[in-house]
Nanobody, 124 residues
Framework: VQLVESGGGLVQAGGSLSLSCTAS????????AGWFRQAPGKEREFVAA????????WYLDSVKGRFTVSRENDKNTVSLEMNGLKPEDTAVYFC??????????????????WGQGTLVTVSS
């Protein structure tokens, strides 16, 4: 599977952005989808994940209530709606495809594909 992201950009604190990730090459419903981010000088961290059919979601505690992950398997897309953005949300965001579902625990061990990354910058 190949993943291509879109969205991201510069926004003021309190604003909103939406990221999208489109899959190709494989049946997308085979994969649990995740979002990770990496801030400058920091390790990549788990942000959110959504189960294969989209019935279950998981979130990093600090984004709960602000971010929403969703997917449309018929369109091979997974999205991350980000509201109430804070400067500490500034990072490069990556989508990930994992057939095992371990991304739900924040693990990257079984990720088969990554998006190219998209930069989100939140100014104070």
């Amino acid at each position: 599977v190949q993943l291509v992201e879109s969205g991201g950009g510069l926004v003021q604190a309190g604003g909103s952005l939406s990221l999208s990730c489109t899959a190709s090459g494989e049946t997308f419903s085979r994969y649990c989808a995740g979002w990770f981010r990496q801030a400058p000088g920091k390790e990549r961290e788990f942000v959110a994940a959504i189960a294969w059919a989209g019935h279950t979601t998981w979130y990093l505690d600090s984004v709960k209530g602000r971010f929403t992950v969703s997917r449309e398997n018929d369109k091979n897309t997974v999205s991350l709606e980000m509201n109430g953005l804070k400067p500490e949300d500034t990072a490069v965001y990556f989508c990930a495809a994992d057939p095992s579902g371990s991304v739900a625990d924040g693990s990257t061990a079984n990720v088969e594909a990554w998006g190219q990354g998209t930069l989100v910058t939140v100014s104070s």
